[in-house]
């Protein structure tokens, strides 16, 4: 099977883009497949690859390109979490797409439509620079618009966890947001030089929220971040677990980050008002870098509606493509029920 390495500034491991329609149908025989794929890469290429995103073009004419995203999560015993999305997956997927020319030629101001399995989410990829590199704007557009109230998974802007006031939410990825004051920590500098002990209260809080979602404590879902409100309009953020290589905050984590902010009572609602944020444009900053949300509500309360949030902007690097040896006899029986249906 021919793989698609890319590389999206912000994260310096490459996401592995494979077609879709070449891969096991099966949950565990895929994930097994993943896993064999990316020891081989990491053996044969140096290759450390913690994302995959798995294309085909789409049926449905509402989209250009179905996707599905994979997480690596190392064990033990090592495997994939096929829950969840990833904005640096997607921005990579569209490139490969693009590539393969499974799309109409890109120039600046294209809009690329992504169906999102996973999550359900109806994503659009905007160009802005077309290059040897793609710069995008990545907007995640939900029609019909969504229910603020049906954004947070225990139906109320706060919980406890823990021992500690907690907000969950999941638009794009579910999170629990804390409030870093409650942590003890008063600054910028000290939330994004939190020591062992705060990760260690933090993962606490995340493995109780696993557990009240109904997710393994060992995923890599539901993400937690520390947010504090240090200064004019901005909100700062400490996430775990942390992308590999991680920049900015990622696209879809963004997303709920943003759809969290605008939820009446909600942590980050409550620190977002405190600082004066405007709920049409979110600024955040995490240790790695600050990341802009637009998200278009049509206010506050548990029965408003969310209709898309915007982020920008992305800029992804095709970085060649590779024949994964162990797969060959994926490709070939692949191929062979291809040439049966077509005798029959």
């Known amino acids: ?7 999206t500034a912000g994260k310096s491991d490459r996401t592995l883009v494979l077609d879709r329609r070449e ?17 081989w890469l990491a053996g044969q290429h140096d290759a450390d690859v913690t994302t995959i995103a798995m294309i085909e073009p789409s049926a449905d004419p509402s989209f250009d390109l179905d996707y599905q995203f994979a997480q690596y999560l190392p064990g033990p015993p090592p495997r994939f979490e096929l829950r969840g999305s990833c904005g640096h997956s997607i921005l990579s997927s569209v490139a490969v797409a693009h590539r393969l020319a499974w799309l109409s030629p890109l120039s600046t101001a294209s809009r690329l439509r992504v169906n999102v399995l996973n999550t359900g989410d109806r994503v659009v990829c905007e160009v802005s620079a077309a290059s040897r590199s793609l710069t995008f704007s990545v907007e995640f557009g939900y029609q019909p618009p ?6 947070l998974p225990t139906g109320t802007p706060h919980d ?31 939330l994004f030089a939190a ?49 590999v290589g991680s920049g900015p905050l990622p696209p879809a984590d963004a997303v709920t980050v943003a759809a969290a902010a605008v939820i009446e009572g909600t942590v980050p609602q409550r620190l977002a008002e405190r600082g004066w944020s405007r709920v049409d444009e979110l600024v ?5 870098g600050t990341t802009v949300v637009r998200a278009a509500v049509t206010g506050t ?8 949030v915007g982020v920008r902007r992305g800029t992804v690097r095709y970085d060649g493509s590779v024949f994964v040896e162990p797969l060959r006899d994926l490709m070939l029986r692949q191929e062979d029920e291809v ?6």
């Open 1 to 7: 099977m021919i793989g698609h390495l890319c590389y």
């Open 146 to 151: 969504r229910r603020l109230g049906d954004l």
């Open 160 to 190: 406890e966890l823990d021992g500690m006031t907690v907000s969950l939410a999941s638009a794009g990825n579910p999170h629990v947001f804390v409030d870093a004051a409650d942590l003890g920590l008063r600054d910028e500098a000290s």
């Open 23 to 39: 891969l096991p149908a099966d949950e565990r025989e895929l994930i097994s497949t993943l896993l064999l794929a990316r020891d």
């Open 339 to 344: 040439l049966r249906s077509a005798l029959h």
């Open 195 to 243: 020591d062992a002990s705060v990760r260690g209260r933090l993962t606490d809080i995340r493995r109780a929220g696993a557990r009240r979602l109904g997710l393994p404590e060992n995923s890599v879902f539901p993400r937690v971040s520390a947010v504090g409100q240090y200064e004019y309009r901005r909100l700062a953020m400490l996430t775990l677990p942390a992308q």
């Open 301 to 308: 309360t548990l029965d408003d509606t969310l209709t898309r």
């Open 284 to 288: 955040i900053d995490t240790p790695f």
